[in-house]
């Protein structure tokens, strides 16, 4: 979204982010839109925010202030408000520098709808409560990547073909903190998976696994 692109060009909303091993090409810098539109989406979709106070604290939503918080992110799903003025009525500073580049994934060519997707880690804040919103995502969950797995083997809990992937990379981290670093230290190469057809059934594939 060009609102994406112009918060991240205002020194006044957004916390310049650094480029790292992750992203040596900048592909994620400031300018592009990517850090803010993952921002507005995981506040939209799933009630997170990750912005500083005036006090350059992590921003905190309690009881009191949570009604006003869904009312803007009310407005979002109906098209209305603005992000912009959302962070300039709570004086607030994105934290774009709390993402971590983790991975980037483009949708086979055959596929209908195409995404071209640039995914990040974060830590959640402590002192917020994650809500789904029932509009894009329609259940919520706190789970961690090898039990995911193991459910989704079972054939109990339905995951995307990038989150599978994902997931196993997650699965190796013992811990948040060493998850983030990881991730920093690691260049994220982009993944094409490609659809093909085998015993009279799609598949969806990585060009190095075998079919």
């Not at 507005?40 to 997170?48: S, W």
């Not at 997650?170 to 490609?194: E, H, I, K, M, N």
Request: with cysteine; charged share 25%; glycine share 6%.
């Amino acid at each position: 979204m060009e609102e994406d692109r112009a918060i991240e060009a205002a020194a006044r909303l957004c916390v310049p982010a650094q480029t790292t091993v992750a992203d040596p090409e900048g592909r994620t810098k400031l300018g592009h839109g990517l850090r803010v539109a993952a921002l507005r989406e995981l506040f939209e979709e799933a009630n997170v925010l990750l912005a500083y106070t005036a006090e350059q604290r992590m921003l905190a939503i309690d009881e009191k202030s949570l009604p006003r918080f869904m009312d803007y992110r009310r407005l979002f799903h109906q098209q209305q408000g603005s992000m912009e003025a959302m962070l300039s009525s709570e004086r607030l500073l994105l934290a774009s520098d709390q993402l971590h580049y983790f991975s980037h994934w483009i949708t086979p060519e055959a596929s209908p709808r195409r995404y071209d997707t640039h995914f990040f880690l974060a830590q959640a804040p402590g002192e917020q409560e994650a809500m789904y919103d029932r509009i894009e995502t329609s259940d919520g969950i706190w789970i961690g990547p090898g039990e995911a797995l193991a459910r989704y083997e079972a054939g109990t809990f339905d995951l995307a073909f990038p989150t599978i992937y994902q997931l196993r990379e997650l699965a190796v981290f013992p811990t948040v903190g060493v998850a983030l670093a990881g991730s920093d230290q690691q260049y994220v190469r982009t993944q094409r998976p490609v659809m093909i057809e085998k015993d009279g059934q799609t598949q969806i594939l990585l060009p190095e696994e075998p079919a």
